[in-house]
């Protein structure tokens, strides 16, 4: 027995559909050349027979086909430099655009400014902001400016270097200089994290958002610590802003970089056809 799907047969001179039926098979003829299904079934429904419908069904043949597949590293290099034109053309996004972001966001909420654009990787190209202070903080410069910055950025500059952890981790330890984080397991509270640092011994190191960004960013600021130029409070914050568009290009030109995408298309074990073409 088997079920023929969305046959018509003719009943009581009345042309009627239905959805389905069950039908015994007595004769069964295939023709393979033609791709044809001859079928010339009895139905039983409702008690009755109801035999001479024929049904035609094309039939599609099934093919397999072989592609052997390479590794980025098993191409010729003339498959390995479409493979690295593919990859550019339709990797488009910024990898660390992110990261990059939250930096300036960082920087703008320290210092007395407003971003009103900003943009980077092509034409029209750097930040545009205004100072919020007033003109005489504006216009500070020299050795005056760089006093300003020491005694109201200072903490936001530089951190106290990290020395260790301390072994006692049962308990969380309260000191100016330590500071304590608790782990978690499946939600529940477990030891404790207590990092000593130190309050004499500075560091600057990605001090914003922990991301290298904050160096290129900030490396304006210390250098001027060190040794104070004429430029004015606005001058020099954008001189940091033209340091990030710097930093952000560099990272936008080394994502396009042949280097880059062959070690993204060898490190992801991707797989390609002989000619370069992503499988």
Known sequence: MTTVLGARILIQQKLISISSMTMAVPRLSVHFMTCIVNITPTYSWGGQ????VALNAN?????TIEIKLYQFDELSEEAKEKAIEDYRDSNTEITWASENRDTMEKFA???PIKIRDWSYGGRGEGVSF???ADD??????GQRLATYIWNNYKSDLFKGKYYRHLKDGSKRIFHKRIKSQQLTNKGRHCDWINAYYSGITLDNSCVLTGYCMDMDILDPIYKFLEKPTNANFKEL???????WIKACNADVDWQNSDEYISEELANNDCEFEEDGTKY
């Open 49 to 52: 027979n109801y035999a001479d």
């Open 59 to 63: 039939t599609k043949q099934m093919k």
């Open 109 to 111: 909420d320290i210092f």
């Open 130 to 132: 205004y100072f919020t």
């Open 136 to 141: 005489t903080i504006e216009e500070l410069s």
């Open 237 to 243: 914050l954008e001189e940091c802003f033209d340091a």
